[in-house]
C-alpha cells in the first residue's frame, strides 16, 4: 500500500504504517515543523525503515496528484485548518477507488486533570499565551466529527467510533513531555526559555501537591472517523 501521513510530527503513525505495509509499501509523512521532521527521519534510520520518507508542506497544498495513495491518515492535525469540510475533500481526493482516508481527533476533556493544572500556571506565568478556546476543541464529540465528514464528501461510505482512554503517568514530568508533543508546545517555544523553565517548574509543582492528591493519570479521549473512497 502507499500511505501519506498529514500533520506526521515526528512519526508516531507513519513509522507504525511503515512497518505495517512491509518493504514492499511505502510511507510519505508530511509536516510543517521541519524539527519534527528531523526527528522522525533519525527514529526511522533508527528502526532500519527505508520505505518511509518525509518532507516539509502545507496540507493544505500537498504537491500530489489525485488518487496517489492507498490510504491518508491525519492525526490530531484536522482542526488546524480554517475550514476543516475543505481540507477533507483535499485529502479525499488524493485516495485511489477503494482507498481509506482515516482522521482522528481528540475527544472531551483532554489532558484532565493536569490541563486544569496547566491553564492555571500559564495564567500565572504567561497570560497572553491563555486561551479559552484551543483548535482542538472544534470538534470533540463523535456526532461532529460524522457530520464534518458527511459535509465533505456526503456520497461516500463513512463512519466513527470513540474511545475513552487513562494514559498513565510514572512520574509528573511526563506531562511536560506529553505537552511538548502536543500543541501546546507553541506556547512553550513562544515565550522564552526563562518562562518556560518557570512554568514547568510550577506546573511539576501543581501536579503534586494538589488538595486531591497528585495528578498520577490523565483522560485522552479519542474519536477515530475513517472514509472509504468508492
Known amino acids: 500500500m502507499r500511505v501519506l501521513d498529514v500533520c506526521c510530527g515526528t512519526g508516531a503513525s507513519a513509522l507504525p504504517a511503515a512497518e505495517a505495509v512491509v518493504a514492499s509499501g511505502s510511507v510519505v509523512g508530511v509536516d510543517l515543523a521541519e524539527s519534527l521532521l528531523a526527528l522522525a527521519r533519525g527514529k526511522a534510520a533508527a528502526r532500519g525503515l527505508r520505505n518511509v520518507g518525509f518532507m516539509k508542506a502545507d496540507m493544505t497544498a500537498l504537491p500530489f496528484g489525485p488518487e496517489r495513495f492507498d490510504a491518508v491518515i491525519v492525526v490530531f492535525g484536522i482542526f488546524f485548518v480554517p475550514d476543516m469540510e475543505e481540507q477533507v475533500r483535499r485529502l479525499w481526493r488524493l485516495l485511489r477507488p477503494g482507498g481509506r482516508l482515516a482522521i482522528t481527533t481528540w475527544g472531551p476533556r483532554l489532558f484532565e486533570p493536569a490541563y486544569t493544572e496547566w491553564k492555571a500556571v500559564l495564567a500565572e506565568v504567561a497570560p497572553e499565551f491563555v486561551s479559552d478556546f484551543n483548535p482542538w476543541d472544534r470538534i470533540t464529540t463523535l456526532e461532529g466529527v460524522l457530520q464534518m465528514i458527511e459535509d465533505a464528501v456526503p456520497d461516500e461510505e463513512s463512519g466513527a467510533v470513540e474511545e475513552n482512554g487513562q494514559q498513565l503517568l510514572v512520574e509528573p514530568e511526563d506531562f511536560w513531555r506529553i505537552a511538548l508533543g502536543s500543541g501546546f508546545r507553541w506556547a512553550i ?16 509543582q501543581r501536579l503534586t501537591e494538589r488538595p486531591e492528591g497528585p495528578v498520577t493519570s490523565i483522560e485522552t479521549n479519542v474519536i477515530y472517523g475513517v472514509v472509504l473512497r468508492k
Do not use: D, H, S, V
Open 189 to 204: 517555544e513562544q515565550m522564552g526559555e526563562e518562562k518556560a523553565a518557570l512554568l514547568k517548574e510550577r506546573l511539576m
